[in-house]
């Protein structure tokens, strides 16, 4: 069960993730790889807003990894 929800979480490409419906309403401005640059009011992030929304980026490069592999698997 534990698999297929990372499984699940993976699905996402991470230069969509900040993008998706869900995330979309808090950033108003991303760079070209999908990375949030402005928050909803159109100011910079923080320092300590971008670590943690890196952290976040590079767990979900890890779970597409993943999804992807296991994509591979299922062929």
């Known amino acids: 069960k534990k698999r297929l929800e990372r499984l699940e979480k993976g699905k996402v490409a991470p230069e969509e993730m900040f993008k998706t419906e869900g995330r979309r309403k808090e950033f108003s401005e991303w760079d070209d790889n999908g990375f949030p640059t402005k ?17 976040e980026l590079a767990k979900q490069r890890e779970l597409h990894k993943e999804y992807l592999a296991y994509l591979e698997q299922q062929r």
């Open 39 to 55: 928050d909803k009011d159109g100011k910079d992030l923080s320092k300590s807003k971008r670590k943690n929304l890196e952290k």
